[in-house]
């Protein structure tokens, strides 16, 4: 296995959208190039049972926001690391009315949008988030959903250089399905349980395999 997996250079993007397409070649080809053998160059998609996004219940309905139970993310409250809670709750009433669809523990969350694009969280518990914000729910059978966070905040510079738009910098939900990274074949069934009972993370700060 070769010491360097990664091997990342800063392109330099101009507003053209054949500079930014080029950029995502250049952030494809450095990431992939040294991959072990037995390791699998997929995308974020083909990882994910579902990437998707959020939604915002409608602000008229003071209700939707009084007394609920689904925590609701925003941006601002993507840290890089354990979402525990949140400034708000919404109801089940929201939540059918709206696009804040439930999302179920370790979900990954990226901000798209504005001053906080690039920035990530995952969810310790079931919880719905604004539109804001791309979800990522890994499929467990092909990754672990810890090494696409890693991987996604390795490379939060280059994933910012791709961010478009005149006002506001955006990341589009097509992109970051479209992202390729090297992912390593995931252990056997019963190292996995050996592994998962004796190195479960920590709260607080996002940790890989170490308690």
């Not at 525990?84 to 059918?96: K, M, P, Q, W």
């Not at 905040?153 to 479209?178: D, E, P």
Request: net charge positive.
């Amino acid at each position: 296995m070769p010491a360097r997996v990664f091997r990342f250079r800063s392109p330099r993007i101009g507003s053209k959208k054949s500079d930014r397409a080029k950029a995502s070649r250049v952030m494809d080809t450095d990431i992939c190039d040294l991959v072990p053998r037995d390791w699998s160059v997929l995308s974020v998609e083909e990882v994910c049972t579902r990437v998707t996004s959020g939604g915002t219940p409608s602000r008229t309905r003071p209700d939707f926001y009084q007394n609920g139970t689904w925590p609701w993310v925003k941006t601002q409250e993507l840290r890089d690391t354990w979402i525990e809670e949140t400034e708000e709750h919404i109801t089940n009433e929201a939540v059918s009315s709206s696009s804040a669809k439930p999302l179920p523990p370790s979900t990954i969350l990226l901000a798209m949008y504005g001053a906080t694009v690039g920035q990530l969280g995952i969810i310790r518990r079931p919880m719905t988030c604004n539109q804001a914000c791309c979800a990522m729910i890994v499929d467990p059978k092909k990754a672990d959903f810890r090494y696409l966070y890693y991987l996604l905040r390795h490379c939060r510079t280059q994933l910012k250089s791709l961010a478009t738009g005149a006002a506001q910098q955006n990341l589009s939900g097509v992109l970051i399905k479209s992202l390729r990274f090297p992912f390593p074949p995931l252990p056997e069934p019963s190292c996995r349980r050996t592994r998962t009972a004796s190195r479960t993370p920590r709260r607080g700060r996002c940790t890989v395999g170490h308690s």
